[in-house]
Structures are given as C-alpha cells and as structure tokens.
C-alpha cells in the first residue's frame, strides 16, 4: 500500500511538472515580444562590405593561422596613410561632414601611435578613398585590404547619411577609421557571450532605416569573430567598434536585455589595443642595413623592427629574410622629408621567406620595416640585402 501511494506521487509531481512546462511554452508563444522599434531613433549601423576569407593550406598549424588572422589586416607601423576625399560627383560630401570625417582621424592620431594621417589632392597617393554617397550606407574595408581594391577611383569607405544629425557625432567616423586600422566589430567578439534573439535582430536590421538583407545582418552582428582574430581580448561594450542596441535583441547576458549603449569617445581598451598594434616609433636612428650585412630578428608575435637600407652603389638589390617565420616587410624611401611606400612583401602562410627585389641610389635615404607574424620552428630569423 506504502509503494502504491509513493507511485502514485510521483506520477501526480510529474503531471504537474509537463503541466507547468506546457503553460510556460504556450505562454512564451503567445506573449507579445518586446522589439526595439528602429523606425523611432532612425539610428544607422555600419555595413562591412563582405571579402571571402582568408583560406590556409591544411600545412599550417592552428597556432600559426591564429597569429596570422590576428596581425594580418594590421598595416606596418610607422605607415603614413594618405586619404583622398571625394570632392565632386556622387561621392562628393558637405563640408559640414567632410569635417567631421578629419576630426575623425585627429581622435585616433592624438592617442599618440606609430600611424599617421594625411590628406592628398591626388587620388593615385590615397591608400584610403573616402565617399559621401547619400544611400544610407556606411562602411569601410578593413586594415590593409583598403589596398586590394581594384580600380583607382573605387571608395574604400563611405558615409551613406548626414553626419551632422547622427547623434553619436564624430564617433561614427571614428568607427569607420578604426575599420580601416584593421579593427573589426567589437559585438563579434566571441568572448562576448552574446544570444541574440535572432528572430528580433533579422527584423530589426531589415526594416527601416537600414533595410539590410537577411545576409548583411548576419555578416555584421550575428556572426562571431574567429577567436585567432581577437586573440582571447576580453569584450568591451564601451568599444568605438561596438554598436549600439536597443532592448528586444540580446536575451544574455541579461543585464543586457534591455539593450547597450556604448559610451561616446574610445574606450580605455581601445586605446591600449590601437597602441598594441601602433606603438609610438622612437626618433632615434635606425640600424643600418648594409649590403651582405645580417640583421638577426628577435621579435615576438606582431613585433617590428626598423632599419635605415644604405645602399652602396646604383642597382637592382634583394632585401629578403630567413628562417622559418611569417613576416611581412615594407620598403619606403624618404621624399621631402617624408617616407613613400616603394615595395612590399608577405610570406605569411606560405612556406617562402618576405623578398624585395628593387633598384635603389646611393644617394637616397631608405627604410624598412619588419613586423613578425609567427617563428613556427626553431632556428634564427633574420634579414639580409645583398
């Protein structure tokens, strides 16, 4: 009689149990979500455009490929990026706006980096092609694929809206200039431990004022980023690179339900992660880099080291390094007091050493620079020019 009862308990705790389940399914299902409705803030989004990925040769180890996608996109420090700026035709832009965008540029150089900005008059100087075309689109490519885009009078970033009535100000442009420092989107950190409701996201994105497609949605904030592309950073709301949301679209963290706002301005971490990558360059003299003269490289992962190049005669001269490392070197030679980028190569990847083949003059002053990626075997890396 005691086994019957203690049954027959159990089977009534397990009724109520579905019982309870059933209610609270039919009551998510029927319960009218709460959305943030865009169309009252009318707030715009930057809109990666979308590159194919970077493939690997099955050849290279987790390790190696992480160190790669990390500093890929990163240019050479102590680069001077030039910008054209559109000034006629459908990419041309306001004053008001046009300088907003060199405001942009002035927030990220007075953090005192290795990278500088200058604005040219000649488009074919411009490593960065900057446009105003009113589509409601905003975007930039990101780091050094600004140089891959084919086409001379391509934009390589965009402001598709008036800046001046964009209540996040000059941070809109800072955003954009960050993408072409080669950041991505703060919000795809995979640390983040975002859920998205993704129903909610897919709605909220598609409608107006961004009208994206189900795709740019996703590439753009649902996706996460690699963990080899943030190398373990932890995830920063406060980021320049991180949107802005409204409630209805984040189900976790839940103290985020109801949505995040960024504070203005670069965050403390942005600061240190564009330092990170952009150390301030010292002004004092380079090491020579003599004809048949060895240079060894003791660098850590994104680390870089300058040289002077003193050539000492008129002809064509191979500048390459060794051992078994990914590295990316550039050449530039000074003109009126300024550094031009002359040549450059990447052996990331690939089982070749970086390699310069390029007619120099005595009477010229060059310099190179060298950032390591990876050493993925023992043995000494170097550089040499013969």
């Known amino acids: 009689m005691v086994k019957k009862s203690k049954t027959l308990t159990i089977q009534v705790r397990e009724l109520a149990e579905r019982i309870d389940l059933l209610e609270a399914t039919i009551e998510k299902k029927t319960k009218p979500k709460t959305r943030y409705d865009n169309s009252k803030d009318g707030n715009h989004f930057c809109c990666l455009p979308k590159v194919p990925e970077r ?5 290279v180890s987790p390790t190696r490929e992480r160190l790669i996608r990390l500093i890929d996109k990163k240019w050479v420090n102590g680069t001077k990026l030039r910008y054209y700026i559109f000034k006629e035709g459908q990419f041309s832009g306001p004053a008001s706006n046009v300088n ?48 891959d885009i084919p086409g001379q009078f391509e934009r390589t970033m965009n402001f598709g809206w008036d800046l001046t009535l964009d209540p ?29 409701d993704e129903e909610a996201v897919y709605e909220y994105f598609g409608g107006p004022p961004n009208n994206w497609l189900p795709e740019d949605t996703y590439n753009n904030v649902l996706r996460k980023l690699p963990r080899s592309a943030v190398d373990g950073s932890d995830w920063d709301p406060n980021s320049v690179m991180h949107y802005g949301f409204g409630p ?3 189900i976790s963290p839940p103290e985020y339900a109801e949505g995040i706002t960024p504070e203005l301005g670069l965050s403390a971490t942005d600061t240190l992660e ?15 880099l003599i004809p048949f003269g060895f240079k060894m490289l003791s660098l850590e992962p994104a680390q870089q080291s300058n040289y002077s190049v003193q050539p000492n005669a008129t002809r064509t001269y191979t500048i390459q390094t060794f051992g078994s490392s990914d590295t990316v070197i550039v050449l530039f030679e000074e003109v009126d007091g300024e550094l031009r980028f002359l040549a450059g190569d990447d052996d990331s990847g690939s089982s070749l050493n970086s390699k310069i083949e390029q007619r120099l003059y005595p009477d010229r002053k060059y310099v190179l620079r060298i950032r390591l990626y990876s050493q993925y075997s023992s043995g000494d890396t170097g550089v040499m020019m013969w």
């Open 55 to 59: 493939q690997f040769e099955e050849a």
């Open 100 to 147: 907003l965008v060199k405001d942009g540029f002035k927030v990220w150089e007075d953090v005192g980096i290795g990278l500088s900005f200058e604005e040219v008059n000649d488009i074919s100087e411009a490593e960065l092609r900057i446009g105003f075309l009113q589509d409601g689109f905003s975007w930039s490519y990101v780091g050094r694929d600004n140089i």
């Open 168 to 196: 996040r100000g000059v941070d809109t442009p800072v955003h954009e200039i960050g993408h072409a420092l080669g950041f991505p989107h703060e919000h795809q950190n995979p640390n983040s431990g975002i859920v998205w």
């Open 248 to 250: 209805g679209l984040i």
């Open 274 to 288: 564009v330092k990170h990558f952009y150390p301030p360059i010292p002004s004092a003299q380079y090491p020579e």
